[in-house]
Nanobody
Framework: QVQLVESGGGLVQAGGSLRLSCAAS????????MGWFRQAPGKEREFVAA????????YYADSVKGRFTISRDNAKNTVYLQMNSLKPEDTAVYYC?????????????????WGQGTQVTVSS
C-alpha cells in the first residue's frame, strides 16, 4: 500500500506561483510513474502532468505546458509540481497519484493510489 499526502496549495493572485509536494509513505515509489490531476468545481477530473519512474520523461497537458514543471526526488519519496504564471482557470483541487507502470500515463484509470488533494485557488 502507498499513502500519498499533498501539500503546498493555497490562495494566490493571477501570475503568481505555487509549489505542490506529494509525500509518499508505506513503500517506495521509485518504480512508479507519478502524476498530478486536478478537478475544478462542476468539472471532471483532468490530467495535469506525469513523470516517469526515473524522472527522465515528463508529460504535460497542453493547458499547463510551459508554466508547470513536474519533478521527483526518489530519495525523499516525494513528487513536486512547480506552478508558475498561474491563471484563475487553474483553480481546482490538485491530486497526486501513483501509476501501476514505470512510464507516465495521462489516464486516471492507470493510477492505483491517490492522495486526498490540496486546494489551489487563483484570484484574478
Amino acid at each position: 500500500q502507498v499513502q500519498l499526502v499533498e501539500s503546498g496549495g493555497g490562495l494566490v493572485q493571477a501570475g503568481g506561483s505555487l509549489r505542490l509536494s506529494c509525500a509518499a509513505s508505506g513503500r517506495t515509489i521509485s518504480s512508479n510513474a507519478m502524476g498530478w490531476f486536478r478537478q475544478a468545481p462542476g468539472k471532471e477530473r483532468e490530467f495535469v502532468a506525469a513523470i516517469s519512474w526515473s524522472g527522465g520523461s515528463t508529460y504535460y497537458a497542453d493547458s499547463v505546458k510551459g508554466r508547470f514543471t513536474i519533478s521527483r526526488d526518489n530519495a525523499k519519496n516525494t513528487v513536486y509540481l512547480q506552478m508558475n504564471s498561474l491563471k484563475p482557470e487553474d483553480t481546482a483541487v490538485y491530486y497526486c497519484a501513483a501509476a501501476r507502470t514505470r512510464w507516465g500515463q495521462t489516464e486516471g484509470s492507470q493510477y492505483d493510489y491517490w492522495g486526498q488533494g490540496t486546494q489551489v485557488t487563483v484570484s484574478s
